[in-house]
């Protein structure tokens, strides 16, 4: 059992910054990997990025590529998504994901299989405007 709860969303301008929080607990989180995903109303939950606890080893989707920056604290049970450059098009709920399976996870960021992660918070909603 993990739980996972999101913080750190909210409404910002295009070109700004926002950082996103991913605070796990509940199980022994030794070798899981952290994602996170996004999603528009109407539109499905893609991918955004994720990161392996043990070791840091990252993977991002494209379209977040060179503006968007995952890491972990010391402690490897928080997970951080920096955001910067934003546009409207990144508008949209961000959900936590956790599985312990990261070759798995790897898949499901950047191959759309969202629905392979174990578990998932609640999301937290980010709105990219003028």
């Known amino acids: 059992q993990v739980q996972l709860v999101e913080s750190g969303g909210g409404d910002v301008q295009p070109g700004g910054s926002l950082t996103l929080s991913c605070a796990a607990s509940?199980?022994?989180?030794?070798?899981?990997?952290i994602a996170w995903f996004r999603q528009a109303p109407g539109k499905e939950r893609a991918g955004v990025s994720c990161i392996r606890l043990t070791d840091g080893t990252t993977d991002y989707a494209a379209s977040v590529k060179g503006r968007f920056t995952i890491s972990r604290d010391n402690a490897e049970n928080t997970v951080y998504l920096r955001m910067s450059n934003l546009r409207p098009e990144d508008t949209g709920v961000y959900y936590c994901?956790?599985?312990?399976?990261?070759?798995?996870?790897?898949?499901?960021?950047?191959?759309?299989?969202?629905?392979?992660?174990?578990?998932w918070g609640k999301g937290t909603p980010v709105t990219v405007s003028s």
């Open positions: 509940g199980a022994n989180l030794d070798n899981y990997t």
């Open positions: 994901a956790a599985d312990p399976r990261h070759v798995i996870v790897q898949y499901a960021v950047t191959r759309g299989r969202y629905y392979l992660m174990d578990y």
